[in-house]
């Protein structure tokens, strides 16, 4: 383990990583290869049996994916990181090893619909049931729960309506229950949020998003106590197989770098869109997490340093009107994905959230005027003026 930093703006350009040991590079190595060689056949029998350290295979293990993995585990105030080749490679392997069949989740109501898909799926195959649940008071939480729960699953700010929930209530709860509680932190990244802090257990990245930065990968991360991710890397990691590649690995620990520098222009741009969209007569609803007149505003002020890049907007109209905001636009992006450097909007009714069922997605918020805006880190001068004349024109 490699020294720890005080200040979050210098972990994520030093944590986990020691020149030294990588004959001075500045940089990380990128490892590119898939297996390492024994000097003998004992030493190979010695590495299987855990009883000699090295790597083996990259499936099991490679320097470069090693150094992400030691440098998040820093940034989330965690013991111990494992990445993915996906965030919901890390999803499924977390899920998967907390669950067996007829066992029970307790699960925000709202959540990235590919989440929703992959809890519908372990229902359906292995009768494990989801409760999804507004987390809003002790006491309702500890209605849902039962004595088949083995896991509360929490996204927070939640994809796509941005409500937030209350991760130290709900860590507290969860500890009289001896219930792990994971947390998808992909919307705040641990420059905003750091969900061990709040007494919560396992931490998940969609690394896709602000951990890379750039749009230029797809990847997944997860923190833990050194045991539960020991024992994730062993089973669902190591033989569901979806392992971050080198590569990936090091564009990740090249976007880390900027993280706590992107993210303040991030929200900055954001505050700035929020009091615009607020002020707009084509806009009805502005979901933004520190916007003060929010209802949640009290439990972002407790747990996140600032609100973040996302904003949901509901226009007056139908879906019709949503899609032609998004088909007037002249310079930002229509796409799904969020956290790059380009603004990026999308209408999750129809892209991100479509294999919700229509009833569940209006019992959760999202309706089919709802606009889900990632300001990106252009001039918010320019972002604004290309929403407005697409606002204008509806
Ligand atoms: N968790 C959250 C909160 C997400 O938003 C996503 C992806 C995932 C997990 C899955 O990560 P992936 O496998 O894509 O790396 N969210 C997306 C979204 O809102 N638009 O496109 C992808």
Not at 48 to 67: K, Q
Not at 151 to 159: A, G
Not at 199 to 220: E, F, L, N, P, Q
Not at 239 to 246: F, K
Request: aromatic share 8%; net charge negative; with cysteine.
């Amino acid at each position: 383990m490699v020294k720890k930093h005080d200040y979050i703006e210098t972990a994520v350009i030093h944590g986990g990583y020691d020149t030294k040991r990588m004959l001075g590079s500045l940089t990380p190595p990128i490892f590119q290869t898939s297996t390492y060689t024994f000097e003998t056949a004992e030493q190979g029998e010695r590495r299987f049996a855990g009883d000699e350290e090295g790597y083996i295979y990259s499936r099991l293990g490679n320097p470069t994916v090693h150094i992400l993995e030691e440098r998040i585990a820093d940034l989330e105030n965690g013991e111990k990181g494992l990445a993915f080749a996906s965030g919901m490679a890390a999803v499924s392997a977390v899920l998967i090893a907390l669950t067996k069949a007829n066992d029970h989740i307790v699960c925000s109501s709202g959540l990235y619909g590919c989440t929703f898909g992959l809890l519908s799926m372990m229902k359906e195959k292995y009768n494990i049931d989801t409760d999804y649940t507004d987390m809003i008071s002790k006491d309702e939480l500890r209605k849902r729960i039962k004595k088949e729960t083995t896991v509360i699953y929490v996204e927070t700010p939640i994809n796509p309506t941005m409500k937030l929930i209350d991760l130290q209530m709900v860590a507290e709860v969860a500890k009289e229950f001896h219930i792990p509680v994971v947390v998808d932190n992909t919307f705040s990244s641990p420059y905003l949020q750091r969900p061990l802090d709040f007494g919560c257990d396992v931490v998940i990245h969609s690394a896709t998003k602000y951990i890379g930065g750039h749009g230029d990968v797809i990847a997944g991360l997860v923190v833990g106590k050194e045991a539960f991710i020991d024992s994730v890397a062993a089973t669902t990691q190591k033989d569901i197989g979806g392992v971050l590649s080198p590569f990936d690995a090091w564009l990740l620990l090249r976007g880390l770098k900027t993280l706590p520098v992107r993210l303040d222009r991030h929200c900055e741009n954001a505050e700035r869109i929020v009091e615009k969209l607020k002020r707009n007569n084509k806009v009805s609803n502005v979901y933004y997490p520190s916007d003060e007149s929010n209802p949640d505003y009290p439990i972002m002020e407790k747990q996140m340093k600032r609100g973040g890049g996302v904003i949901s907007f509901e226009i007056k109209g139908d879906k019709k009107t949503a899609q032609q905001v998004l088909n007037h636009l002249s310079f930002l992006q229509i796409a799904v994905s969020l956290g790059d450097a380009e603004t990026l909007i999308e209408h999750p009714a129809t892209m991100t959230h479509a294999v919700i069922p229509a009833a569940t997605r209006q019992q959760m918020g999202i309706t089919d005027q709802l606009i889900r805006l990632s300001v990106g880190l252009e001039a918010w001068q320019d972002i604004w003026s290309d929403l407005e004349q697409a606002l204008d024109r509806i």
